[in-house]
């Protein structure tokens, strides 16, 4: 729906001559219903595309840096036997199980795949048993017996980590959680949230829906990802603005040790001032120190308005000083401030086979979402703010979405701008926490960088050397928390070039305190990479609490610890 | 300021003959007037009271639980001899030692009274040693020495916590961080402040004040409590509704461990998903993994405006009503909800030498803050918000405060209900997470316990036979948070009554899965008790990870961790 008030707001201004133009525009509307957003969640959209089985052969895929997978040294690990799988059906019923015929197991190796591949090229695990409890006592008993035979254990949730975290690549057994997935309890008031660790994160929203609360998280795997996974990476998304990091909001934890133990730590209270906060440890540990069985969550009020706006803007400054403005004079409402330079906007939008939802071409766009509690009172914010930015010159064009499926059309541009990088060529993608002020100097910098070792021409698309291999840089991510998505785009991966890119971008970040992992942890591909985040003292003591949960190095082998 | 507008609407209101009569009181204004609270805060009345000397001696003291000190065994540790404080020496200048004459020193015991003595009754130290540094490095150095020559040290900040944790019972140095109190730096587009962990909770708002922004956490000890003890002891305080734990707003730490070492992870970074997340460990540590030098937080907008409200109700299911009601109406802006009894108002008000602000006796009272980016459409939505409550009958009365010194003067009652308590006898306080619609039921249970076991009338002030040694039972607190405080005054201590008091009251925030302590730590009188709210194994690994950071165990021993 239409807001007239706010329009007639800014056609007012309009006819007062401001150069900007906030625009309710009839596009968003084209765009939406040629995208069908309402029934169907950008998620889904971008899913179906990503699951083209053709990804596998074809060359745009995306990279998280390196063409190597590291950390994956044979370990010393058993491997499941006849005997071990006859044990573990002892346990689990006949569906919990998928196992190859060698082990006298039912399946083909192609019924495993789904545990045995990620989204990425390099997600090709060779596990050949997957187990799929549906108990925490079950868990129990299977990592017991692990434990003491010496049987590596990936634990897996929805699977759709970037860094390899919950794929098997050692043959490991698989523990999926995805089948534990029972609402436990909901305190209405306190917003308490406790649920099994393989709830997928859209169906705890589709359910907490009924009792006007949401997720303090989202983001674009949704309909797959499990909460046990979210808060096993530390997921960030989208929401992370206004609901802050899981360390705050998750409450307390059930969690099956590597030796079996159950940490029964399930608390529903939002204030425990009672000694070491144990459960933090597990959140970003992407069960290397035991497997996240249940959970307890503090839930948020639903808004009962959300607003997007999508703004064009004519330089990095002025989207500097929109987000100043944006956190003062939306305060409290402000949940989302994305930030796109122009290259991905090019490259997403014929993808999605849409004009520019603005009709204009800019330097930059920022997308901006506010929830608040009282339409009214949020639009009017919006209306000031967005007058202020008329008036302070910053914005060269806007339009704004209400309703719910033309709020999921502008955010699908958003969720969709990594597949136009990748229908673009090989991409290395990073995913960096670096100050927001610097984030459009780190792409010159890093371009700069690639033109002077002769890979690139410094103009998007422009070849001036058949050394050129690069095609094109761009960052787009989640400003609001200093939290970019640097990209470059090559014809072709290359380890020398790999290499090269890796040492850069990482010592780059090094420099200015950042981290090389904003909001996809470290999985299997960034251990060595580590120690530009984390200082050697610190790696030693992550090592240390590793071998205090964990002294026989079963749970989620070479995954986050360094070797 | 009165502000009309609502005025004028709650007196149509009133004429419409709503039964609730929400006065913008001129009460607000005589109860400020007299008590001054523009030009000195709250806090510092309350200290000034509880400062006066005769207070070791009166009978009138707070307990938290216990009679006995716990955990104080004399342990295998050195204390510091001659030979030990001249190597301190060479490290500090004079200045930064105090010392006793045996050793060498140049000061009284009197002098080192300040570093012995806490709060309340059980907190009588008796060390000989205070070291002052001024930076990590002469930390570092000290803690160090004190590492190979097993020698016990005690971390403090502002000496302000409750449980005995920054008490030095066995003779160990105290060391305190409260002249390391500089900022290093501050991000405004960010909010992330960086800063030395003895600076002064009020210290730093005063400082952030100039840029817009706030601390998120504010207690009534603020004018004396260090933000690293705050970290130390995870406190709560009266921010926490709206800002949250510090497991979510502290960024990064700079922690001196017990051999020397020094993390630097002074980190500004809202996101990062680097694996475990070391520093959340220190957080509630109370220093007995290492002592916390220098803090990164994210500090928050300042509201532009903040407003305060006091009701009256006659019922708890009212105020569980309120609550539920404040959640949505409110929303975003709601930064305090806190509830009291009628016992402790009659108790209080007298202190204070004022009438009841509302001018009218209530069953129950609710303190309510709201804090937002928008003057017109807060009070818009308590306005709104209250005519929701009148026309449901929730409330009986209410006063709405809006300037600083009305709010500041109104938080007064809050902040000085302890003392209406320990003026009427010596009381048990107990800390505690329970849910909130229990709250009531919880002091109904506790008073039935006392009066089956015939401690106590049932009925406050009366006593109707002499073995009734219960004054009264009384509860309040940060029922928002689900934090209430709940207390039991006495005619006098004695360990019989103690530990009755105390198996009932840990026994049954047990069987509610409730914490024995939501924000004051646990010190050296809880470690006993920790097992009440953390499980076997919990303690276990509670116990591991501090041998895994302290292995001579010289880190503020005996706190925290049972034996």
Redesign the interface.
């Known amino acids: 729906m239409i807001n007239t008030k706010i329009y007639n707001k800014l056609n007012y201004r309009k006819t007062l001559g401001a150069i900007s133009n906030f625009k309710i525009s009839k596009n968003v509307f084209e765009f939406n219903k040629n995208y069908g957003t309402k029934n169907q969640s950008a998620y889904q959209q971008s899913r179906s595309i990503l699951n083209n089985p053709a990804r596998y052969t074809i060359k745009q895929t995306t990279r998280f840096q390196s063409s190597i997978v590291s950390g994956v040294n044979r370990n010393t690990l058993k491997t499941v036997s006849v005997d071990d799988l006859a044990y573990f059906k002892e346990i689990l019923p006949e569906t919990g199980i998928l196992s190859t015929e060698h082990l006298g197991g039912n399946n083909e190796d192609a019924d495993l795949l789904k545990y045995n591949t990620g989204l990425l090229i390099e997600h090709l695990g060779n596990s050949k048993v997957v187990l799929l409890p549906t108990t925490t006592e079950q868990v129990s008993k299977i990592v017991k017996y692990c434990n003491e035979k010496r049987i590596g254990i990936v634990p897996q949730g929805g699977n759709t980590g970037l860094l390899g975290g919950a794929i098997a690549y050692n043959n490991e057994v698989v523990l999926s959680v995805s089948k534990m997935n029972k609402i436990r309890s909901l305190?209405t008031?306190?917003g308490a949230l406790v649920c099994d660790s393989g709830c997928v994160l859209e169906n705890l929203n589709t359910y907490l829906d009924d009792y006007?609360l949401i997720m303090p998280l989202d983001l674009g795997a949704k309909g797959s990802c499990n909460i046990g996974g979210n808060i096993s990476?530390?997921?960030?998304g989208i929401r992370?603005l206004k609901y802050?990091?899981l360390?705050?909001?998750v409450l307390g934890l059930e969690v099956v040790?590597p030796d079996g133990?159950?940490?029964?730590?399930l608390?529903?209270?939002?204030?425990?001032?009672?000694?070491?906060?144990?459960k933090?440890?597990f959140?970003?540990?992407?069960g290397t120190?035991g497997i996240v069985t249940g959970v307890s969550i503090l839930t948020a009020?639903k808004?009962?308005n959300v607003s997007v706006a999508l703004f064009g803007l004519k330089s990095f400054e002025d989207v500097?000083e929109m987000?100043?403005i944006s956190?003062?004079?939306?305060?409290?409402?402000l949940s989302a401030f994305e930030f796109t330079d122009r290259i991905i906007m090019e490259k997403v939008l014929p993808i999605l086979k849409k004009a520019n939802p603005l009709g204009s071409e800019h330097m930059y766009y920022v997308l901006m979402e506010t929830s608040?509690?009282?339409r009214e009172?949020d639009e009017?914010?919006m209306t000031d703010f967005y007058e202020l930015l008329s008036e302070k010159n910053l914005i060269e064009n806007g339009i704004l979405a209400h309703d719910e499926s033309q709020v999921a059309s502008i955010w699908n541009i958003r969720e969709m701008m990594t597949y136009g990088l990748t229908s673009s060529g090989d991409t290395y993608a990073f995913d960096l926490?670096i100050?927001?002020?610097l984030m459009e100097k780190s792409i010159f910098d890093f371009s700069d960088f690639l033109k002077n070792e002769g890979l690139y021409s410094g103009i998007p698309d422009t070849y001036t050397d058949p050394k050129h291999v690069v095609k094109f840089i761009s960052g787009f991510g989640?400003m609001g928390?200093?939290?970019i998505h640097l990209n470059v785009v090559v014809d072709k991966y290359n380890d020398d070039l790999t290499h090269k890119i890796e040492d850069f971008v990482f010592n780059y970040t090094k420099n200015l305190?950042?981290?090389?992992?904003?909001?996809?942890?470290?999985g299997v591909i960034?251990p060595r990479f580590?120690h530009y985040?984390?200082?050697e003292?610190?790696i030693n003591?992550?090592k240390?609490?590793k071998n205090?949960?964990d002294p026989n190095g079963i749970m989620n082998p070479n995954k986050?610890?360094p070797q």
């Open positions: 305190d008031d306190s006007g990476t530390n997921a960030g992370y802050g990091t360390h705050g909001s040790l133990r159950i940490i029964h730590n608390s529903t209270l939002r204030k425990d001032s009672t000694g070491y906060d144990i933090q440890l959140i970003g540990a992407e120190l009020k808004p009962s500097l987000l100043r956190k003062v004079k939306l305060g409290e409402i608040g509690s009282n009172h009017q914010k926490s100050p927001a002020y989640h928390d200093g939290n305190k950042g981290s090389i992992s904003a909001e996809h942890g470290i960034k580590l985040s984390k200082s003292e610190v003591i992550m240390k609490i205090v949960f986050v610890l």
